[in-house]
């Protein structure tokens, strides 16, 4: 029995490490807690390996001091590396500003519940290094820009320009210090100030993006190209540019549903996984091109990984037609009983 339970345990726990190296969404999110025995709040956006956002340390919701983030996650180690990059709001009563760089280990005890364990330090003398124990949580308590990309970061917002225009929107609107009174002085010619081009509008631009892919979705063949055969837990997608690296960029959907946008094709894998109890008993995942990149037509290798088994597909996509893969369960009419219950007299 106590060997069962290792073996049980072990499982759980290389599962948890798999979707941790695999999926952004879970370093992406609101993490609560404290930092140097202070009451902190960072909102953590993953863009690829790096990491941005913004940081609360705080005494109440009116008393605390707000940072825009900078940092890296580190998918082999599963740690978290940031700082605190430039102030934006100094609301609290004292003046004392002091950025930390703080390095955490990504855990996920059980359940739902993931942390963020490590230490934090002084960004610029590294010097009383303290503890630091963060848990993700729903819903904020200083709602800003970021929470925009947060909710729907598996709707779309994922998308690096999108993740950069918020940035320069928070920095844009940053609290300026209130300017001291200067005494009256001679009237002087008025020139009006040039308009500044307003920062993009990240909701906008991802319902526009989206609409138009939903429409090269509707519109263009359908080009089935393998089927296959999915089982267990999850599956494994992997997507490469194929042959040259040329700028090529995708969206994927899965039965019609658009489930990964502006994906950039490289000779780095962008991977996915897929819960097989979600898909049906045969989906179709599509992928359709957002541009042909500088040689057409938009192509990618893909690698499936079922179990301990490995597909592997060469998927083109062009302005007329979208490239097709077929993921089929097994048929449980004649799915094979295990060998001890048809030994069974």
């Known amino acids: 029995m106590l060997m069962i339970h290792l073996i049980r345990t072990s499982l759980v726990l290389a599962l948890c490490l798999c979707l941790v190296q695999a999926n952004a969404q879970q370093i992406t999110g609101v993490w609560s807690g404290k930092i140097n025995k202070k009451r902190a709040e960072i ?71 993931m942390m963020l364990d490590g230490t934090a330090t002084p960004k610029e003398n590294h010097i009383n290094t303290g503890d ?50 200067k005494p009256n002085e001679a009237p002087q010619e008025v020139v009006a100030a040039p308009v500044p081009t307003p920062a993009p509008d990240p909701a906008v631009a991802l319902v526009e993006h989206t609409k138009k892919m939903e ?16 089982q267990g837990d999850s599956i494994e997608l992997r997507f ?46 599509t992928m359709v091109a957002e541009n042909l990149g500088a040689i057409p037509p938009n192509t990618a290798y893909m690698v499936a990984i079922v179990g301990d088994k490995r597909y592997e597909v060469d998927l083109t996509s062009t302005e007329e037609t979208s490239g097709m893969v077929r993921l089929r369960k097994p048929d449980p009419a004649i799915v094979t009983k295990p060998a001890e219950q048809s030994q069974r007299p």
């Open 43 to 113: 909102k953590l956006v993953q863009k690829g390996d790096s990491i941005t956002g913004t940081s609360y340390y705080y005494e109440s919701g009116t008393n605390y001091l707000r940072y825009s983030v900078k940092g890296y996650f580190d998918g082999n180690t599963n740690s978290v590396v940031w700082w605190d990059d430039e102030l934006l709001s100094n609301e609290a009563n004292s003046a004392k500003q002091v950025a930390l760089l703080a390095v955490a280990d990504f855990n996920c005890p059980g359940g739902a519940k």
């Open 132 to 181: 630091l124990s963060l848990t993700k949580i729903v819903s904020t308590s200083f709602p800003d820009e970021w929470d925009y990309v947060i909710d729907n970061y598996l709707e779309g917002t994922n998308d690096p320009d999108i993740i950069d225009s918020v940035d320069l929107i928070a920095k844009t609107t940053k609290k300026k210090p209130k300017a001291k009174d």
């Open 215 to 230: 429409e090269n979705f509707t519109n263009r063949k359908k080009v089935f190209f393998t089927e296959i055969p999915v």
């Open 240 to 285: 490469f540019d194929n042959a040259q690296v040329d700028g090529d960029s995708i969206t994927l959907f899965l039965d019609g549903k658009l489930i990964f946008t502006h994906i950039r094709l490289t000779d780095k894998p962008f991977t996915i996984r897929l819960p097989v109890n979600e898909l049906k008993d045969s989906s179709e995942l």
